[in-house]
């Protein structure tokens, strides 16, 4: 109800502010997510019930084509469908679902906003920043990393297996993050290939 009734909605009104140019919708909506529940999991010995929680199984982009289509920037709020309980709404991770949808559409690059500059290879140490690297180089380090990274480079590797070019996860407190991912050479924060 946060994702869908507040956030959504709220996105949609500072984009708006600027001319009638977003619509919001949720992975739900004309079936645009499938999800699966997760599992139960082990923690410390314990078998933990995630409740609603799941993961994208599959993804139908007629309903943000259509959006495309009519000019309008789409505003997804990351819930699905439970394939295996109608009726259910799952809680997706917003960068997983971010990448499945990336993948599905087809996309030349996925950007990821963080409140870090990108990935580093030995965190703390700011100097280890990684500008670029491939997706076999990603998926060797990603049982390493700190746990807050693990689902945006999981979902920047699987756009990017998924058949994207480019994903990067970029500092999105810095002005003007996302144009200067896009639209220079160097760009900022970490950018995936294949």
Do not use: Q
């Not at 100097?127 to 049982?143: F, G, K, N, Q, W």
């Not at 058949?163 to 144009?179: M, T, Y």
């Amino acid at each position: 109800m946060v994702l869908t009734g507040k956030v959504n909605p709220e996105l949609v009104d500072e984009i708006n502010a600027h001319g009638p140019l977003a619509a919001g919708t949720t992975g739900e909506d004309a079936g645009l997510f499938i999800g699966k529940r997760r599992p139960p999991i082990e923690v410390d010995g314990e078998t933990v019930d995630l409740g609603l929680v799941g993961d994208v199984v599959g993804v139908r982009v007629d309903p943000v084509l259509a959006l495309l289509e009519a000019g309008l920037i789409p505003v997804v709020s990351s819930i699905a469908p439970d394939v295996d309980r109608p009726g259910d709404s799952l809680n997706i991770n917003a960068d997983a679902a971010a990448g499945a949808l990336a993948s599905a559409l087809g996309a030349e690059k996925l950007v990821i906003l963080t409140d870090v500059a990108g990935l580093y290879a030995n965190w703390p140490d700011r100097d280890s920043l990684v500008s670029s690297l491939t997706a076999s180089e990603l998926e060797t380090m990603l049982p390493s990393l700190e746990s807050g990274m693990i689902p945006k480079m999981r979902a920047c590797l699987d756009a990017v297996r998924g058949g994207v070019n480019k994903a990067a996860i970029i500092d999105g407190r810095e002005p003007h993050s996302v144009l200067l991912e896009i639209f220079t050479e160097s760009g900022i924060g970490t950018e995936v290939t294949r």
